[in-house]
């Protein structure tokens, strides 16, 4: 998804998700497709999902948002970044990402 298109991603997640609908890693990009879509109320749905299974999501939020920097895609790390800090998902390296994401821009 990183490198590719959320609709692409979407697909797969979709066939992924309907065998094995638990697994975590997809659950999480499957909330990331639905925030960049503009879904947020399946966004929700996700994350309350990996939250009932008591999973640490900043650290997916801030992996996530590196990949975005590291390809040069400023705008999608920023969404997850503010996403992740009005869900109150973030934490203090999501909050460095934060200031380097604000540095970027201000360059």
């Known amino acids: 998804m990183v490198a590719g298109s959320p609709d692409k991603a979407y697909d797969a997640l979709v066939s992924l998700l309907d065998a094995s609908p ?32 008591r999973v640490d999501i900043p650290p997916l939020f801030n992996q996530m948002a590196r990949q975005f920097l590291a390809r040069g895609k400023t705008r999608e790390a920023a969404q997850l970044i503010r996403l992740a800090a009005e869900r ?17 821009r201000e360059a």
């Open 88 to 104: 109150h998902l973030a934490d203090q390296e999501t909050l460095s990402l934060y200031d380097e994401i604000v540095g970027k």
């Open 22 to 53: 638990d697994y975590t890693p997809a659950l999480f990009l499957m909330a990331v497709v639905h925030h960049l879509r503009g879904d947020d109320v399946k966004t929700d749905e996700k994350l309350r999902a990996l939250q009932n299974k």
